[in-house]
């Protein structure tokens, strides 16, 4: 399954993290420091730091992204943010479904669907969460909500529409608790995500579809994690707000040949 076309992307998520001072400090550190990265980088910063960062970033290849949108364009949603203001903000990307919008704020797959569509109609990258709770994996239903939420999130597009999307697996029983997939377990769920899109999709948008990694993350484990063939990048949390860290992940050495 592995592809050539699979082009390796670290994203990292700073939550509800950092003052714009410091926002302004840790995106210098990281375009300073990424040169040479063998794959694309992009940090998803909260709505108020999005138009600092990316006066930050101009000229450089790290992406900017924010960490979620509202489904409409614009109109009487107080307190929401749209798709097009993300852009206009000088975003290129967007998170979407993240473990703690789904759990904390009651998302739904069919809202999951209708802020890709958003996403995508606004030329936003969307980064799509998925990923079972400790209690469904050890009831043996992995697979059957990681099917779910795609089938739902993804429901009724064309696949040439759905040609940016990414996809982050990030089970919630390792997010922020320093337990990581063993990259076994890692490289079983990408398989399965990938095989699943390829029975909705096809094959060809399936294999060239990337599928991020993430859950502690850290620079001990990115490599091991990379190596695995169907791991295609990584969604980075609380590592990504410490920059020696980060760039160390940033710059993961998975053996030559492995993947790509
Ligand atoms: P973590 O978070 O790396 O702190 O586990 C990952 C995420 O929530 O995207």
């Avoid at 990259?183 to 995500?193: G, N, S, V």
């Amino acid at each position: 399954m592995s592809s050539n076309l699979r082009k390796p992307l670290i994203a990292g998520n700073w939550k509800m993290h950092l003052t714009l001072a410091e926002s302004v400090a840790l995106a210098r550190t990281v375009k300073e420091g990424s040169a040479n990265a063998p794959g694309e980088i992009a940090i998803c910063v909260p709505f108020t730091a999005l138009s600092v960062v990316a006066e930050v970033l101009k000229g450089s290849p790290v992406k900017l992204g924010a960490q979620d949108l509202h489904w409409e364009s614009h109109g009487a949603y107080t307190g929401e943010i749209s798709a097009s203001q993300i852009k206009d903000a000088g975003a290129q990307m967007t998170l979407i479904a993240h473990s703690e919008r789904r759990r904390l704020f009651n998302e739904t797959d069919a809202a999951v669907n209708k802020k890709i569509k958003a996403a995508l109609a606004a030329q936003l990258i969307p980064v799509l969460c998925i990923g079972e709770t400790l209690e469904e994996r050890e009831a043996s239903r992995t697979f059957k909500v990681l099917q779910t939420q795609l089938e739902e999130g993804l429901k009724g597009f064309a696949p040439t529409d759905l040609a940016p999307l990414v996809i982050a697996y990030e089970p919630v029983w390792a997010i922020g608790t320093g337990k990581t997939a063993t990259p076994d377990q890692a490289q079983e769920a990408h398989l399965f995500i990938r095989k699943t899109c390829s029975r909705l999709y096809g094959e060809a948008w399936a294999s060239g579809l990337r599928i991020l990694y993430g859950g502690s993350v850290t620079p001990e484990n990115v490599d091991s994690l990379m190596s695995q063939p169907d791991v295609d990048g990584a969604l980075v949390g609380g590592a990504s707000l410490k920059p020696v860290g980060f760039l160390r992940i940033v710059h993961f050495q998975s053996p030559a040949g492995a993947k790509r």
